[in-house]
């Protein structure tokens, strides 16, 4: 069974420089933004409810260091952009100012000095490919939750304490929590709590060794952590906030679980069990040295409540097109594969309100679908 895909938007890149990242849709429904970056700025494009661009509100933030030396997020307001890099959480307006800056470890494994600019090791071999954190703005975008290696300056969390979680004021850049992460990341992504400001999903990744999931909550006085059992990839929050969508890290179970991180009964899939075979897979009783594994992507989320948009893009790729699929949780549909007038491109990205996103072929523009229910 199958649904089909309705083109609903196509959004062209804001940039066409060889050294720009692919083009993003950030934010939540209602204050959406498309945002790409390259190595010298990040360009902003507010949105409106159909994923019209603004007249005369898209915004350039100069950059500190080159892309593939960390991670960045744009406020919800578009007023602000915080980047994660190798020494330091550095937030910028759109004037190149620098409105504060919070050091911290350093992202590269061998060195512990602690950098007080990215000039100090720019040219250095050692650190051209360094692990990293992430940042996330809360729902608000009063609060920046920051992904760091310890220790910052004013001394170590604990003697154990590799990684931290920060809680820092958007505004004046203070800090105002500290938590132990009980990570040793590659890398990180935070995702917000969509209603509650004071929420945050964070998703690590430590390569093979594992996916720790942790799940914040700030008081306005203390930061408590919940330290999810289980190496699980967080791939979204749902529109309500109350769900996680979450891809095990051998990619073999998709699940949804609350804000707690615990599995909701009957919400769980396993990939070998419910997938059906590509059909340019060889046949399971075929005397053929490729096996024909089924896996989820570390990709999609929420379309809305209650419907996943998920693929299998990286099982499919080595037989042929590649597979996006709809997911209703409920059970009423079950798992239909979605239909586009073209084959799909990558992986898809879930909006939260009915739709989902896919990337053109070319990489120079966002398309975005909703089911046609015609």
């Known amino acids: 069974m199958s649904v089909r895909a309705r083109l609903h938007a196509t959004l062209p890149a804001l940039m066409s420089s060889p050294q720009a990242g692919p083009p993003e849709l950030a934010g939540l429904p209602g204050r959406r933004t498309l945002v790409q970056r390259s190595d010298e700025e ?10 019209a661009a603004l007249p005369a509100a898209e915004v350039r933030f100069p950059a500190p260091w080159p892309r593939d030396r960390g991670t960045w997020e744009v406020a919800p307001d578009t007023s602000l952009a915080v980047f994660a890099g190798v020494h330091a959480v550095r937030a910028v307006e759109p004037s190149g100012a620098t409105r504060w800056e919070v050091r911290h470890g350093c992202w590269h494994g061998a060195c512990r000095e602690m950098h007080a600019s990215y000039e100090e ?76 400001p004071r929420r945050m999903g964070l998703g690590i990744g430590e390569g093979q060794d594992g996916a720790p999931l942790r799940l914040g909550s700030w008081d306005g006085e203390r930061l408590d952590v919940t330290y999810v059992e289980g190496d699980l ?19 073999d179970a998709l699940s949804v679980r609350d804000f707690r991180g615990l599995l909701l009964e009957g919400l769980e899939w396993d990939a070998e069990s419910v997938l059906p075979r590509h059909p340019d897979a060889p046949s399971a009783d075929e005397d053929d040295e490729d096996e024909a594994l089924a896996c989820w992507d570390w990709a999609g989320g929420f379309v809305d409540e209650t419907t996943l948009v998920v693929s299998t893009v990286e099982c499919d790729d080595e037989w042929g097109e590649v597979r996006h699929w709809l997911l209703d949780t409920t059970g009423t549909h079950g798992l239909r594969q979605i ?36």
Request: proline share 9%.
């Open 233 to 251: 990839c967080l791939m979204s929050v749902s529109p309500s906030g109350e769900r996680l969508m979450t891809v095990s890290h051998d990619q």
């Open 339 to 374: 239909a586009y007038p073209s084959p799909p491109s990558g992986q898809p990205t879930a909006l939260g309100n009915g739709a989902w996103a896919t990337a053109s072929e070319s990489g120079d523009a966002l398309h975005v679908w909703v089911a046609d229910s015609r």
């Open 121 to 196: 090791y720019a040219e250095d071999r050692g650190h051209r490919y360094p692990d990293g954190g992430s940042v996330g703005f809360s729902a608000d975008g009063a609060l920046v939750w920051a992904h760091v290696r310890g220790p910052l300056p004013e001394g170590e969390l604990s003697p154990d304490t590799v990684d931290e979680w920060l809680v820092i004021d958007a505004v004046s850049g203070r800090v105002l929590a500290r938590g132990n992460a009980e990570a040793a990341a590659a890398g990180s992504e935070h995702l917000p709590h969509p209603t509650d």
């Open 42 to 51: 990040i360009a902003a494009q507010p949105l409106d409810d159909a994923f």
